[in-house]
């Protein structure tokens, strides 16, 4: 694409995003979004070519932006437990920042129907970092040897939850409530022993 | 309410679960419920003075179904840590056999605003057995000592997940793979210590 181009499909994705987030997903449209963008909806189409090429191109974004914010302070000499613990706080400041991520995350991966059919491009960078943290968490035994998809959800899902609540009032914005999810969710996803001596060192 | 009243009220209400579960929030409205009821929207505000008194309506009555699949096969004589994995199973159920009272459960409760407008009535008794429980559980520290809505969070919302994926064939509806679910989360709620023994006898 050129530039030109490249900014008028980020200026779609951006609104996509936007309309999605405010109108749930039986209220998205192509016509919205292009208004949204202030784009005739007939050019819309140069670049996705239909409402779920859309959706799939939102999907894609919101992950790797949260794969993005979950993987920023992570270096591979770190342990793989200090790596798990950095992605929960990256995602928690992610799910602070940019709540409109985080509402289209949710309400794509919460539709059995369209969840079957979003898949990440293999060649995005963050994301395939954190897939690789999680299998060689389990291949060294750090973490429970269950579908990787439990352990995504339990990484990222109650951080989401914590963050809504921090932002409408709910819970504290504190060290110590965070330090409360995290450790509830190491206990979910670590093995038993290696919680227990997490629990112990930390 | 008279009798013929009370019809039209369910009649109402189970139209306004299924408008919202289909729709979305931001797509409600009383028209689109009225008109799915089959009912002049003028005599919906007899029963509902507005939007808001019918979405909190909604909420109660889905939580409230919840509370009762959670609580059907519990007995007060039971340990605590029984009545935490039949509540688990009983949600199991019910998110699989009602999928449209747990899409409206979750869209209430990730809207933040909406969220801190939203109670359950002093009243409901199976509401007010699962809140029983997780007090008893705290005071009795069998769970952990953290605020009661992680807890009712982490005895939920994975279930719900497990279910959704269930229904889109991500996961196996196997004993084992519900065993794994409940395991992660008991890790999550449960003091440590309370926990590896009830891993140690199970």
Same mark, same amino acid.
């Given at each position: 694409m050129k530039v030109k181009d490249e900014q008028k499909y980020d200026r779609l994705l951006q609104a996509a995003v936007h309309v999605l987030a405010t109108v749930g997903l039986a209220g998205f449209s192509t016509t919205k979004v292009a208004k949204q963008a202030g784009i005739p909806q007939s050019n819309l189409y140069i670049y996705f070519k239909n409402k779920q090429a859309l959706l799939l191109a939102v999907f894609r974004l919101a992950v790797h932006a949260e794969s993005v914010a979950a993987t920023a *302070? $992570?270096?591979?000499?770190?342990a793989v437990i200090d790596q798990l613990t950095a992605s929960i706080q990256g995602i928690y400041r992610f799910a602070l920042d940019q709540p409109e991520f985080v509402t289209v995350i949710q309400l794509l991966l919460d539709d059995g129907q369209l969840k079957a059919k979003l898949s990440m491009k293999a060649n995005d960078p963050a994301n395939q970092q954190i897939q690789r943290l999680l299998r060689t968490g389990v291949e060294r035994q750090?973490?429970? *040897?269950?579908? $990787?998809n439990f352990h995504r959800y339990f990484l990222t899902r109650p951080v989401f939850h914590f963050a809504q609540g921090v932002r409408a009032g709910l819970y504290a914005d504190t060290p110590a409530e965070l330090a409360t999810v995290t450790t509830m969710i190491m206990a979910a996803v670590l093995q038993p022993a290696v919680y227990q001596e997490w629990v112990r060192i930390k």
């Open positions: *302070s $992570l270096k591979t000499e770190m750090i973490l429970r *040897s269950v579908d $990787l």
